[in-house]
């Protein structure tokens, strides 16, 4: 039996990941900040009798304390994490900014992934076969990381916040690996393509519009969830691998750029350094 951390796994490709653990017999831990949506996640899990080996955790992964909070949870609770899916992420339309002080997609879509990685690692590092799955949007998508603007103060826009999510999120795949280049955790990026998910966020009407006809148009979650699934029991052997609708992409392109990844992974610590002086 193995365990499975799933954040953001109360809804969408999370939830639909976590029943499918829990089905095969594994044990799976969800995270997510909706406490009726966490009862519904057991509730299913009851019905379908693996009530004992489901566990949730609420939190707001937005903030850096819970993050760290939940990753000592954790470690008191599951002495090896054979599996971390990251899925947690919320769209704004409008610019919000956390009561730690950081814009609330960089906060959720990315800082809580690089400190939910890098907290769990000691767990992960005990199993069999480790695994880091970061649903994301590897080497896919426009824009690029506004470096001297990474809180997107000016101009803000909630797709351009997304996308550059994603960004970050190719080149702390890519730091993790070099970090960690001894250890065996794998380091997975995935994008699974257009997927009807619940699509969590905020959105103004144009947006709303537009969501709801991204839906209608994307595949069903059942049908993302076997190739995520088997990426995850059967990871490449390399320290990271990126996949984009099934298919393993190249890590020559320009979002996997090694500089950028040491450049974003210094301007990160530094972050977290200061937030942690703070909350002293």
């Known amino acids: 039996m193995k365990t499975i951390v799933v954040s953001g796994g109360t809804t969408g490709i999370g939830e639909a990941l976590a029943h499918h653990y829990l089905g095969r017999g594994d044990q799976v831990v969800v995270i997510g900040s909706d406490p009726a949506k966490g009862m519904r996640f057991l509730d299913r899990a009851d019905q379908a009798g693996s009530r004992d080996r489901a566990f949730f955790m609420l939190a707001d992964l937005s903030l850096i304390s819970e993050n760290t909070r939940v990753i000592g949870e954790i470690a008191a609770q599951f002495p090896v994490v054979d599996v971390l899916v990251l899925c947690a992420r919320y769209f704004r339309s409008y610019r919000t900014v956390t009561r730690e002080g950081f814009e609330h997609n960089f906060a959720l879509y990315y800082l809580s992934r690089y400190v939910l990685g890098y907290g769990l690692i000691d767990q992960l590092e005990k199993a069999d076969r480790p695994v880091i799955m970061n649903i994301a949007g590897p080497g896919v998508g426009p824009g690029h990381v506004q470096w001297d603007d990474l809180a997107l103060e000016r101009g803000y826009d909630g797709w351009a916040a997304m996308f550059q999510g994603g960004k970050l ?91 950028e990844a040491t450049r974003l992974d210094a301007i990160t610590r530094e972050l977290l350094r200061n937030q942690t002086a703070l909350d002293m």
Not at 205 to 212: G, L, R, S
Not at 221 to 230: C, D, L
């Open 169 to 259: 999120n190719d080149l702390l795949g890519v730091s993790f690996a070099a970090d960690h280049r001894r250890h065996r955790t794998r380091y997975v990026l995935l994008f699974p393509g257009g997927t009807r998910t619940g699509f969590a966020g905020e959105f103004d009407p144009p947006t709303a519009a537009y969501v709801e006809e991204m839906k209608r148009m994307a595949q069903p979650v059942a049908e993302a969830v076997g190739p995520i699934a088997r990426i995850i029991d059967a990871p490449p052997s390399a320290p990271l691998s990126a996949f984009v609708e099934g298919r393993q992409i190249s890590l020559q392109l320009p979002s996997f750029d090694k500089d």
